[in-house]
């Protein structure tokens, strides 16, 4: 297919402008939304008079505001390389260049993760090909600090799952806990390590390429001929999707995640980046898209990244996968719904419902997945949990205060404690050799911090009998582990601090905010009743 017809007309930029802000948000945008919404689109075709009037506005913005706002929109490192591209790192405050260095350094180290793995793993034959944004860090030559990366994510064939574990657990990999119910949801299992460097190393090792049930078709037999159609990475072990399923594959991922509320620059960026590193055969993508019937879903993934950023998909493409007429008012709600809070006041279960409404192609596959997935989750009852302790509180100031949960430690093992309706949780492991604690999301799935409370011989360690106590202040948002007498591990979620007496490991870079573990007695407030 010709590829010469692209979507815009790159020459009319005030008339991209306009569209960008159609499309993306036809509320009120703040003078900062609107400058990091530019400079994020920035062509590189942009001409100097634009670039000169992106410089002169910078100065009249809050630069605080700016920054905040890319952190809740996860651009910050992009959108610091674009902020020096337009005015020199010298010339902007030095906290854009040291977040941009550190996402550089992770995804340097994420990278050479993978090869790694890919290597002790192809010794037993096993193919691993690297999924997402950690394929376009791996295989494009792209800035690696503007790759930014919370996690590994990639893909062994089912088959190779158990002898993958076993090469894992030998290269220090553990599971995270509670792992069942979500790697039956999405096709993966997630495992955890902290490098010797002090590093926090997330890896989630899927066994389906693609992670959505609302498309048609055998998913385990579509992973089997991607792998087989998979390609090398010159320079690694890692493999990598043709370009056409690995389109295919973030084109799915853009669309699973769309009802979020959180803005998806990056994913539509990874969809622009791929198009743009790769030559596509549109045929072979539309082929894929036709029979697994996710055209609608298709189109906006492919809709969005081509206005943000004038990716270049054949007008003919979009065409072909336009949504039929009946959906046509429900798209103007999921063009609202893909991007910057524009639906903020509305609930996320409702966005949701409608997305994915006008996402499936065929409705007997919505409902069949609607049953499996109420019977899967046992739907959490968040908000009954909530109203519940809402209720509770008027009553009694007492559990507005801090709680001690007690714990005796019977050896080695993983001890938990979840702290109902706040969202997070504690668990305290002890693996033979040391002991850590991790602060999670209220089910465990998902590790926000973690702190080394003992190594192994150290005489401050735990021992058979001894009391484990979880302090948890409610209001504070605080957590304390304590035991012989004396408070080892502090979380402050509302800060997003955590201390330890052995400031190991490293922070967790996508949680803290903070650059260290270092233990500080002033950590200690909110806990004295009981220090
Ligand atoms: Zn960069």
């Not at 090792?205 to 959505?212: D, Q």
């Amino acid at each position: 297919m010709d590829s010469e017809l692209v979507f815009f007309d790159k020459t009319s930029k005030t008339r991209e402008l306009l569209a960008k802000m159609m499309f993306f948000n036809r509320g009120k945008q703040s003078r900062e939304e609107q400058f990091l919404l530019k400079v994020f689109c920035l062509s590189t075709e942009a001409g100097s008079d634009y670039r000169e009037q992106l410089r002169n506005s910078f100065f009249a913005l809050d630069e605080e505001r700016l920054w905040q706002l890319s952190l809740e929109c996860k651009v910050t490192a992009v959108f610091a390389h674009r902020l020096s591209d337009l005015f020199g790192w010298e010339n902007i405050p030095p906290r854009w260049k040291e977040f941009h260095d550190q996402m550089a350094g992770l995804a340097n180290l994420y990278c050479e993760e993978i090869d790694l793995i890919a290597r002790e793993l192809s010794i037993y034959g096993i193919k691993v090909i690297a999924l997402k944004n950690d394929s376009i860090a791996l295989a494009f030559h792209l800035c690696r600090g503007c790759c930014p990366m919370s996690d590994i994510d990639i893909l062994i064939e089912h088959a190779n799952q158990q002898q993958a574990d076993t090469v894992l657990k030998k290269l220090g990999y553990k599971h995270t806990w509670d792992s069942s119910t979500i790697s039956d949801m999405v096709g993966a299992n997630p495992y955890h390590k902290i490098a010797p460097s002090g590093r926090f190393i997330f890896l989630d090792v899927h066994w389906e390429a693609i992670g959505v049930r609302w498309m048609k078709g055998d998913l385990g037999e579509l992973t089997s001929k991607m792998v087989e159609r998979s390609l090398p990475i010159p320079g690694t072990t890692a493999r990598i999707l043709s370009p056409e399923d690995n389109l295919f594959q973030v084109v799915l991922h853009n669309a699973k995640h769309a009802y979020r509320l959180k803005p998806g620059f990056m994913r539509n960026l990874d969809v622009h980046r791929i198009i743009e590193n790769q030559e596509i055969n549109w045929t072979v993508f539309l082929n894929l898209i036709r029979t697994h019937k996710i055209n609608t879903g298709a189109y906006f993934s492919l809709l969005a990244p081509a206005i943000l950023f004038g990716t270049r998909v054949p007008a003919e493409v979009l065409g072909a996968i336009a949504p039929p007429s009946w959906k046509k008012p429900l798209c103007q709600f999921v063009r609202s719904a893909w991007f910057l809070n524009s639906n903020k006041n509305k609930p996320r279960s409702f966005i949701f419902r409608i997305v994915r409404m006008v996402m499936y192609d065929d409705i007997k596959i919505v409902i069949r997945n609607s049953i499996i997935s109420v019977w899967r989750k046992r739907r959490r009852w968040r908000v009954f949990f909530l109203l519940r302790s809402k209720i509770v509180d008027l009553f009694s100031k007492r559990t507005r205060s801090l709680a001690t949960f007690p714990i005796v430690f019977h050896g080695s093992g993983s001890y938990k404690k979840f702290f109902e309706g706040s969202g997070y949780g504690v668990i305290f492991e002890d693996d033979s050799q040391e002991g850590y604690v991790y602060l999670t999301k209220e089910d465990g799935s998902k590790i926000l911090d973690g702190l080394k409370l003992y190594y192994h011989g150290d005489a401050e360690k735990i021992s058979e009998g001894d009391l484990l106590e979880i302090l948890w202040h409610p209001e504070l948002k605080k957590v304390g582990v304590r035991y012989h007498g004396k408070i080892q591990a502090i979380f402050d979620i509302a800060n997003r601090k955590s201390y330890c007496r052995t400031g190991f490991p490293l922070p967790n870079a996508s949680w803290c905010k903070f650059k260290n573990h270092l233990w500080d007695d002033s950590a200690l407030s909110g806990f004295e009743a009981i220090n």
